[in-house]
């Protein structure tokens, strides 16, 4: 659906993820949709294990973005793909923590349909 870079937001100097929507997303309404959608849920939570949402919109109606909270380190596939299988105590706990930003966005009426209808909305553990 998009690509997540690295850069700085001005005039505050802080580093952000910026996604930025696809071409083919770019082009279909319902993509675009999905993705506001995404960028508009997401900045309303709140939790430890939710990356925060700065800002979302669109630049001349061609560039559609979301940018959020810069987390630094490896993502939890090249973990894996690095050290292969988690060790059951680290999974348990990783999951833990899914499980209570999941019960948090569950607290937003609606925001658990929404999460399914655009699946996706998620970010790696801290």
Not at 21 to 26: A, C, D, E, I, P
Not at 46 to 51: A, D, E, L, Q, R
Not at 76 to 91: S, Y
Request: hydrophobic share 40%; charged share 20%; net charge neutral.
């Amino acid at each position: 659906m998009g690509n997540v870079y690295k850069a700085i937001q001005r005039p505050l100097n802080r580093v952000v993820a910026v996604k930025v929507l696809n071409s083919l997303g770019t082009s279909r309404p319902d993509y675009r949709n999905r993705f506001f959608l995404e960028a508009s849920l997401c900045a309303r939570l709140s939790h430890p294990n939710i990356v925060r949402i700065y800002d979302f919109g669109t630049d001349r109606d061609t560039t559609y973005y979301i940018a959020m909270e810069y987390l630094e380190g490896e993502t939890l596939k090249a973990r894996i793909d690095r050290e292969g299988a988690l060790l059951t105590t680290l999974a348990i706990e990783l999951l833990s923590q899914v499980c209570s930003a999941l019960a948090d966005s569950v607290a937003l009426e609606g925001c658990w349909l929404a999460f399914a209808t655009a699946a996706r909305c998620s970010s790696p553990p801290p």
